[in-house]
């Protein structure tokens, strides 16, 4: 079956330090995959997407690409800030396969930055 | 704002009560999700709906769940006999528009059972 699976956390980095979160998919379809944030007391925010094979998804300095050779989605940021401090999900929408397009999530990997 | 709202924030009760939640998707966006998620896991899906119809519900839905959308605008998702173990903040999200199935998410309900 579909599956995500996160580099586990905490992780905890010091401002201006580059960020990556590994993430790994099994699908058995086409997926298009996600990273959503979830920032301390607040929903899960849509950060960036990536649809289909070398799509690479942006926002906020935050960069995955979709790599279909290695079924890899990583998260990754040059330079973070204290204020990117939050739970980040990894996920996939497969919707071959009879899937209505429901999202799987990974477990979550907590960002912690300091000043 | 025009996002995914979601009543009540909170909702404790007693084990053997039934609960009722309310989501409110984004107006024009025609599918509408329940997730289920649990302290430091990420969210399941529970349950799917395009307009009114259900059309795919997660073996984690059990008997005790029901979920409808009756005029393909805001769902309503019942517990009833309630156990400890539903316990967990309960997300709605919507999405809409052909070949777009990004979601946006509500705030949560989440519910405690005592």
């Known amino acids: 079956g579909n599956s995500v699976t996160q580099m586990e956390g905490p992780v905890t980095l010091s401002e201006e330090a580059f960020l990556t979160i590994n993430c790994t998919y099994t699908?058995?379809?086409?997926?298009?995959l996600f990273w959503y944030v979830q920032y301390p007391g607040e929903g899960l925010q849509l950060l960036l997407k990536a649809t289909k094979a070398d799509d690479k998804g942006s926002n906020k300095g935050f960069e995955a690409t979709y790599r279909k050779e290695t079924t890899s989605f990583h998260l990754e940021k040059g330079s973070v800030q204290v204020s990117d401090s939050a739970v980040y999900f990894c996920a996939l929408s497969d919707r071959g396969g009879g899937s209505q397009g429901n999202l799987i999530f990974g477990k979550g990997t907590k960002l912690s930055v300091k000043p | 704002d025009t996002g995914v709202s979601q009543d009540p924030r909170h909702k404790i009760t007693k084990r053997g009560q039934n609960v009722t939640f309310r989501c409110d998707p984004i107006?024009?966006?025609?599918?509408l999700y329940w997730y289920r998620q649990t302290l430091g896991q990420g969210p399941e899906f529970l349950t799917y709906?395009?307009?009114?119809?259900?059309?795919?519900k997660s073996r984690l839905l059990s008997d005790r769940f029901s979920a409808e959308r009756p005029k393909g605008s805001f769902s309503t998702l019942e517990i009833q006999r309630t156990e400890q173990g539903d316990s967990a903040m309960y997300l709605c999200?919507?999405?809409?528009?052909?070949?777009?199935?990004?979601?946006?998410f509500g705030p949560g309900t989440r519910l405690t059972v005592t």
């Open positions: 699908a058995t379809g086409y997926p298009s």
């Open positions: 107006s024009e966006h025609n599918r």
């Open positions: 999200a919507s999405s809409g528009g052909t070949g777009t199935y990004e979601q946006y």
């Open positions: 709906f395009q307009n009114e119809a259900q059309l795919e």
